[in-house]
C-alpha cells in the first residue's frame, strides 16, 4: 500500500466559501503547482464550465487538465465524475464517451446509479478508476466489480458515510475491504481534519484541500491549497 498525499483543489465549493478557490484552468494550473510545491503527490478538480458550474464537457475538461499538465508535468491528475455534475445517467455517459486524452484517472462514486457502467467506459477510454466508497454497503458493490482501479477513496462525509464520527465510519468501510488497494482516506468539513490525523497515523494516503476543509487544523485561516497540504505534511 502506498501512502500518497493527494490534493483536492475545489470540488463544488465556489468563491462564496473562499476567495481563493480555484475555477478557471489557470487557477487550477496554480492550485496543483503550488499543492504540487508543498508535497502533493497528485491532484483532484473539477472543471468547470462557462458558468462557472461543475461540467464533465470535454470541452470544459481538457482545457483544465490541459492547464495544470503544462504547469505541473508528470504529476498524477483527476477529476470527478459525480452523478450530481449530470444527474441523467444516459446523458452522463454520452458526456465521459466523449473524453479523449483525458485526465490520468478520474473518481466513480460507487452508491451512485450506473458506477460500474461509468468505470467501465473510462477504463475503455484509457483513464484510470479511482473507486469512491462512502458507505460499506457501496464497499461491497464495488468488490463484485472486477476491473481495475487505481486507489479506493474511502470518504467519510458527515450525513452520508455511517458511524458516529468521521473515525468510526472510516473504520467500518475499511472493515469491508481486503488487503491489496491502495487506498486514501478523507473526511470533510468537521470530519475533515480529524480523520486526517487518524488516516495518516495508520499508514493511509490522505486527502487534503478546498473541496473538503477551508482552514487549517485548528481553524488557521488559508490563503490556498497549497498551505493546506503544507499543514499536512507539517512544512
Request: glycine share 12%.
Amino acid at each position: 500500500m502506498r501512502a500518497i498525499v493527494k490534493a483536492c483543489l475545489n470540488g463544488d465549493r465556489s468563491r462564496d466559501d473562499h476567495p481563493a478557490v480555484p475555477v478557471t484552468p489557470a487557477e487550477l494550473a496554480q492550485a496543483a503547482y503550488d499543492a504540487a510545491a508543498a508535497g502533493a503527490d497528485a491532484v483532484h478538480f473539477h472543471p468547470r464550465g462557462a458558468s462557472g458550474r461543475e461540467s464533465l464537457r470535454w470541452s470544459d475538461v481538457e482545457p483544465a487538465v490541459a492547464a495544470v499538465r503544462e504547469r505541473c508535468p508528470g504529476l498524477p491528475l483527476g477529476v470527478s465524475t459525480r452523478q450530481e455534475i449530470e444527474p441523467d445517467l444516459s446523458r452522463r455517459l454520452a458526456l465521459l464517451g466523449e473524453w479523449a486524452a483525458g485526465p490520468d484517472f478520474a473518481s466513480v462514486n460507487w452508491h451512485e446509479d450506473g458506477a460500474e457502467q461509468v468505470a467501465d467506459l473510462l477504463v475503455e477510454r484509457g483513464i484510470g478508476v479511482e473507486a469512491g466508497l462512502f458507505t460499506p454497503s457501496a464497499a461491497l458493490e464495488f468488490l463484485s466489480w472486477s476491473g481495475p482501479v487505481v486507489r479506493v477513496l474511502v470518504e467519510a462525509l458527515p450525513g452520508i458515510s455511517p458511524g458516529a464520527d468521521g473515525v468510526a465510519a472510516a473504520r467500518e468501510m475499511l472493515a469491508v475491504l481486503p488487503s491489496g488497494f491502495d487506498v486514501v482516506v478523507h473526511g470533510e468539513n468537521e470530519w475533515a481534519w480529524p480523520v486526517l490525523e487518524w488516516a495518516r497515523a495508520e499508514g493511509y494516503g490522505v486527502r487534503v484541500g478546498f473541496e473538503d476543509m477551508l482552514t487549517g487544523p485548528r481553524g488557521e485561516s488559508v490563503a490556498g491549497n497549497g498551505e493546506l497540504v503544507a499543514y499536512l505534511r507539517g512544512n
